[in-house]
């Protein structure tokens, strides 16, 4: 039994976020590398990812070494894509070290049976999520990206994002989004009664729910202004919801 807890981060959104942002998620990671025994990141770290053969985008240099640093610590790192960085390959996996994996999918963490998913296309209404996400992870939508100049490929995408609007004036359309999130995780609950927990992001508001006694449904929020993470404690212990920024 793993005697550190597990932490949980989702929508961080590096590159769309302030350089304050940035310097905060990394004196997180070092919390994380002292603290931890695991970090799963559900989504969404990055506001532009896409692995090019031989380039790296220069602005995520010093979160990817304290990545590393996390991993060299002995702490694993998994990474489930969301709809802004469903393109992680062989860099993150191979030189960095994180395990990569696309949701929705189960693992068990802090003594529960866990279901994760980053949130973008679950539920009957996330329509155009869900058409986003079978456009962006198509060979073809990727082959064709690949040709571009990677300065070219970072300010189209950076011109499709919404994160900075998200972020300024906030998003009527969020509370919308997490009702269809949490719905469609209570209906996975409801179908399978061995699940003990699901993990989503995506909606960037920070919520957590005790569905049954000992069974919970959780969003892991943002970075954009509270600085949500999760944490699982050893043991099965009742995750708990906190802010960084009220920490650190």
Not at 29 to 37: I, Y
Not at 125 to 132: E, H, I
Not at 197 to 223: C, I, K, Q
Request: glycine letters at 10%.
């Amino acid at each position: 039994m793993e005697s550190k807890p597990v932490y949980v981060v989702s929508d961080i959104h590096l590159g769309a976020v302030p350089a304050r942002t940035e310097r905060a998620f990394r004196c997180f990671l070092d919390r994380v590398a002292e603290d931890a025994s695991f970090l799963l990141i559900n989504g969404d770290l990055f506001d532009f990812w896409f692995e090019y053969r031989h380039v790296i985008l220069a602005e995520h240099y010093r979160v990817l070494a304290k990545l590393k640093d996390v991993v060299e610590a002995g702490v694993r790192v998994a990474f489930v894509g969301g709809n802004h960085d469903a393109w992680a390959g062989p860099f993150l996996r191979d030189e960095v070290g994180i395990a990569l994996h696309e949701g929705p999918l189960e693992m068990t963490l802090g003594g529960r049976r866990t279901l994760v998913a980053h949130g973008d296309g679950v539920g009957r209404g996330d329509l155009k999520y869900r058409a986003l996400k079978r456009m962006i992870r198509n060979p073809l939508t990727v082959g064709a990206f690949r040709t571009l100049h990677p300065d070219l490929g970072r300010r189209i995408a950076l011109l499709a994002s919404s994160t900075e609007h998200k972020a300024d004036t906030g998003d009527a359309a969020a509370r919308g989004r997490a009702a269809f999130i949490q719905a469609w995780a209570l209906e996975r609950m409801r179908e399978d009664p061995g699940i003990q927990l699901v993990l989503t992001g995506h909606a960037h508001l920070a919520s957590m729910l005790e569905v049954e006694p000992g069974r919970f449904y959780v969003n892991s929020g943002d970075w954009l202004t509270t600085y949500d993470y999760v944490v699982l404690p050893p043991g099965g212990g009742a995750p708990e919801l906190r802010q960084w920024a009220a920490e650190g």
